[in-house]
């Protein structure tokens, strides 16, 4: 009896394990072909030369060195910090701001919300070719709106090395703070109103409720959406290749054009794959200090 | 004395919704003035655009751009169009097919290798696009699907983590007495999964499909990458061609009139499924 | 049930899907109705060109017509305007192996694709064209030789001139009669000389902001630069011993020459000008007196429209000691190295090298003066009816002198690198000396394979 029953048992949780795998079957498959293999292939590549029509030559750290001489590597990733010291505060701080003040009854409410989700849903080569309307030298409306304010010497908002990296910036930053506008603002709504209630009863300004609540209540959320836009950041491409090509000399190239360029202009596959790795080495690293230091500094 | 302290306390709330009022009216400004400068330019009269007008307010508006658009190389907006519209529905419609089927097995179903595979999946979210994008092309290449629309649709489909991910995190929250229920009535899994599970994830399923809509109509790089005959031409790779055209230089108008009309059906379904895509990205920031 | 159905058909589609687009690019060779095998050029898009290069391969395929030959050429434009574009286009079909068994391409991707091994080995068409007293030897080699085979046949060669508005130089002088501007010289013994062309393009320089009117555009870039050198006493980027010699007099002097018309006399429109308008439509359109290009523009500048006259002259030079010298740009034809139609290729190829589908090109002003001696009248000829006439002599003549770009495998990168740090040195961000050499140090970095 008992063994009947344990054999039954078996054969459904056999029926189970069949079940299983034909439902992840498709994604299984997927994830071998387009995840796992391309993973390590492509650490192979960077220890290979490879034309791609004939089999790939082990070449050793041949790569490496040649990408840790190049000056415009150094640059890219140079860059990639740079925008992450420009975007993630700027967008973290819009972001933040906004959520906390519409995070009550306003008038005109949903018109808000809608501007503000607004650009983030449309597509970045239109919206960087609008910008770049804008950022027009000589006919762009931003110049000529400050000419209107007696400005002289108006920039050259993609062409000046200085200026470029800044302009690109901002339209990085408008294109995401809708995003983390939606984040915040639902953060927002689980904080207990109690603690807000509390502190009217102290007597508490409003900045010092949004330091004394809302932000250690915010902490998790805030971390979140940081390692998000470090990564965001990291992978930044299409304003980029759209409005400046990377130029000039360079100032706004970022590692995924590096990756686009070494890999399909020069189809220098092997050095293309160690830049894609430095670019995974620094989102894991982003990562891991995230797990690392959540832990401390994090209020849950 | 109670009510006076009241009435006190409205009246700096108007001050402060008035003051807060500017400041957010001014940040949506922000966000809404480039695409009031695509539509007044789309439909601003090109030759005062070559003369380099900026106005923020002239009305001699004219179809002109629209025209140009239309006519550019014998109406190839629509055959783009028709391109990235083929593209993005089945990228979507596949994706929430297989994840979906996933996510409710790594759910619900207790399978040997359930656990570490998903831990395995879950490890890979993190992997950026261009690691496995070298040999994703190769791969593409020697199966002869560069220049077809498969490279941009087949590894959507076949693999989605995020996807995966957030739908196994509501169906997570399914009671299992609905499944046992359907157990007794002799149910096989693939009916549970078509008559209760699916119905009950609508909305994560439309936001999960909102989300791989708009991801695969947006992208770029990839279209850059295996597409190159006219015929293939999708919405991005039309304005980033409408660009180089190095003989006339850029015709703004003309621009701003595609960028227009590629905004605009997301824009409509965006504003139609505003609260799919909130509820989306609300939960993403609490996971 | 019906899950499971839908899940069995949506694989099996997928499957299906996969395998066919495997199969029926596997399969044998693509054949019209009457069982010729196609064999697909593909081409840039250039809308300057595009009708020369129609014209040949239509022509080509009207002799394999009447040799009898089982073969056919279909064109394929890929759609972009940039070679590198294009060469990303054209090798992501190489790679797999659909699309364009032959085509055209810039010599200056030639040496990465043999590099590559991506092209045939076409010594044998070579050497049967020269045999046949056709092509003379020295056409080919340069950068499509590579261990004494050649892998690409070049139809023409595309040297630069200097194109002039004659209207706006009239119109001037009318107005200032006792300041009259010469025509630039179309002698290339006894050219225009920097000095002549930097105060001509000074003073057709007129207007301000969107209505400004330039004297001259002249493009910086390095390919250009060697051929000013050369005019001026100095060597083509490198020397008899294979040094790169960028940092010497005659580059200096060249760039200060540039500098002083872009940023003291405001006479060459800036990257912010060219941006909204090209530098070639400007010059149709009568806002640029002054234009320093390649034959390549023939086409487009033999049948404009406006309302003026235009003239062709030489490459200016530093002072009367010095004869002009031009740089020479030909592009190559090819053939894939993995094609699976090798013999159509060469059949296909030949035919587009006969004479007659090269005049035809050639009768439109395309592909440059053809290095077929039996065609180079034609080119001329081809001149009478067109606007030009007087001047078929002079870009004749230009071909005589021409020098080449020194391409190599390397040679892209480094292009890429000086045209980024260009945009600093045109807006002042740094002086000529330090572009200059920084130039030679890039060149050198690039030659040691340091990039």
């Known amino acids: 009896m008992k063994k009947r029953v344990r054999r039954r048992m078996t054969r459904k949780e056999r029926g189970e394990n069949i079940i299983g795998y034909l439902f992840i079957m498709p994604q299984l498959i997927g994830f071998v072909a387009f995840v796992v293999f391309p993973l390590f292939f492509s650490l192979y590549l960077c220890f290979a030369q490879w034309n791609m029509i004939d089999m790939p030559e082990f070449v050793g750290t041949v790569n490496f060195e040649a990408i840790f001489r190049d000056r415009v590597f150094w640059k890219a990733v140079g860059n990639t910090f740079i925008y992450i010291a420009i975007v993630v505060p700027l967008t973290l701080f819009s972001s933040l701001t906004l959520a906390i003040l519409t995070n009550r009854k306003l008038p005109f409410m949903s018109f808000y919300r809608a501007a503000f989700f607004l650009p983030m849903v449309t597509s970045s080569v239109a919206i960087a070719m609008v910008w770049m309307f804008i950022y027009q030298p000589e006919s762009g409306v931003l110049n000529s709106i400050l000419a209107v304010f007696g400005i002289k010497n108006l920039p050259n908002w993609l062409q000046d090395d200085k200026l470029a990296r800044f302009s690109v910036s901002i339209v990085s930053v408008w294109l995401k703070v809708g995003y983390y506008y939606i984040i915040f603002d639902a953060g927002l709504k689980n904080i207990p109103q109690e603690l807000y209630e509390a502190a009217d009863i102290d007597g508490a300004s409003p900045l010092r409720k949004v330091i004394r609540i809302t932000i250690p209540m915010l902490s998790s959320v805030m971390f979140f959406v940081t390692v998000m836009l470090f990564i965001d950041v990291f992978g930044m491409f299409n304003e980029v290749f759209i409005m400046t090509g990377g130029g000039p000399d360079y100032s706004t190239y970022t590692l995924s054009m590096y990756i686009y360029f070494y890999a399909f202009r020069q189809f220098d596959m092997g050095r293309a794959a160690v830049a894609s790795w430095v670019l995974f080495a620094l989102v894991g690293i982003v990562t891991l200090i995230q797990f690392k230091v959540k832990k401390r500094l994090v209020i849950e | 004395m109670k009510r006076l302290k009241l009435k006190r306390m409205t009246k700096r709330q108007i001050v402060s919704v008035i003051l807060i009022t500017i400041v957010v009216m001014i940040a949506a400004i922000f966000c809404l003035f480039p695409f009031y400068w695509m539509i007044l330019n789309s439909l601003k009269d090109p030759d005062l655009i070559n003369q380099g007008d900026t106005s923020l307010f002239t009305f001699h508006l004219t179809w002109d751009s629209y025209k140009a658009v239309f006519s550019y190389k014998n109406g190839l907006l629509w055959r783009a169009y028709l391109n990235s519209l083929i593209i993005a529905v089945t990228s979507t419609i596949g994706t929430l097919f297989t994840s979906s089927l996933a996510a409710f097995a790594f759910a619900k179903i207790r399978f040997k290798g359930s656990k570490p595979i998903y831990g395995l999946f879950i490890a890979t979210l993190m992997i950026p696009g261009q690691v496995t994008m070298l040999p994703l092309f190769m791969i593409f290449a020697k199966l002869h699907w560069t220049n077809t629309f498969l490279p941009l649709i087949i590894p959507g489909v076949m693999i989605n983590t995020y996807g995966v991910f957030m739908l196994r995190s509501f169906i997570v929250t399914i009671p299992d007495g609905l499944l046992e229920a359907a157990d007794v009535d002799g149910c096989s899994w693939f009916r549970k999964y078509f008559r209760i599970v699916l119905p009950l994830i609508k909305p994560a399923l439309i936001t999960l499909g909102l989300f791989s809509f708009i991801g695969s109509w947006n992208s770029y790089m990839t279209h850059l990458i295996y597409l190159s005959d006219e015929s293939l031409t999708t919405i991005p790779l039309l304005i980033a061609g409408l660009k180089e055209q190095a003989m006339t230089g850029v015709v703004w108008g003309r621009m701003m009139a595609a960028t227009t009309l590629s905004v605009v059906p997301i824009a409509l379904i965006y504003l139609s499924c505003k609260k799919y895509f909130v509820q989306g990205i609300a939960t993403t920031g609490m996971k | 049930m019906k899950a499971k159905k839908l899940f069995a058909t949506f694989t099996a589609l997928c499957l299906a899907a996969a395998v066919g687009s495997s199969l029926c690019a596997c399969g044998g060779p693509e054949t019209d109705a009457e069982g010729n095998v196609i064999v697909t050029m593909t081409i840039i898009n250039n809308q300057n060109q595009n009708p020369g290069w129609l014209a040949m391969i239509e022509t080509a395929n009207e002799i394999l017509k009447e040799k009898g030959e089982k073969v056919r050429i279909a064109e394929e434009t890929v759609p972009t305007e940039s070679w590198d574009d294009y060469y990303m286009k054209v090798n992501s079909n190489i790679l797999g192996e659909i699309g364009g068994t ?108 969107a209505s400004k009117k330039y004297g001259l555009s002249i493009g910086p870039f390095l390919a250009y630069a060697g051929m000013y050198a050369v005019n001026s006493g100095g060597d083509n980027i490198f020397n008899d011993k294979g040094e790169c010699v960028i940092a010497s007099d005659a580059f200096y002097n060249v760039y200060d020459w540039f500098i002083g018309m872009l940023r003291e006399d405001g006479s060459v429109p800036n990257t912010a000008a060219t941006s909204t308008l090209d530098a070639n439509a400007r010059f149709l359109g009568g806002n640029i007196a002054m234009l320093v290009d390649g034959i390549w523009q023939m086409h487009d500048i033999c049948r404009y429209t406006g309302n003026y006259e235009i003239g062709i002259a030489a490459i200016p030079v530093l002072n009367d000691s010095y004869t002009a010298h031009t740089t020479n740009f030909s592009d190559q034809f090819w053939a894939a190295r993995n094609s699976r139609t090798p013999k159509e290729d060469f059949i296909a190829l030949e035919a587009l090298m006969s004479a007659e589908a090269i005049r035809a090109a050639a009768e439109l002003q395309v592909g440059g003066i053809p290095v077929r001696a039996d065609c180079v009248d034609n080119y001329a000829n081809s001149f009478a009816n067109t606007k030009l006439k007087d001047y078929a002599d002079v870009v004749i003549e230009g071909a005589k002198r021409t020098i080449n770009v020194p391409y190599s495998t390397y040679y892209n990168i480094v292009d890429q690198q000086i045209n980024n740090k260009l945009t600093i040195w045109m807006n002042g961000g740094m002086t000529t000396r330090d572009f200059v050499d920084f130039m030679d140090e890039t060149m050198k970095k690039g030659m040691e394979g340091k990039l």
């Open chain 3, 102 to 209: 032959i085509g055209r391409i810039a010599e200056s991707h030639i040496p990465l694709m043999v590099e590559k091994n991506q092209l045939r080995d076409l010594t044998s068409l070579k050497e049967k064209l020269v045999s046949e007293g056709a092509f003379p030897e020295e056409v080919f080699g340069g950068v499509a030789e590579k261990d004494g085979k050649y892998y690409g046949i070049p139809s023409g060669k595309q040297h630069m001139v200097l194109y002039y508005n004659k209207t706006l130089i009239d119109e001037y002088n009318a107005a200032h009669p006792g300041d009259a501007i010469p025509y630039p010289s179309g002698d290339w013994d006894h050219p225009s000389t920097f000095a002549e062309i930097r105060s001509a393009a000074k003073k057709l320089t007129s207007g301000e902001g």
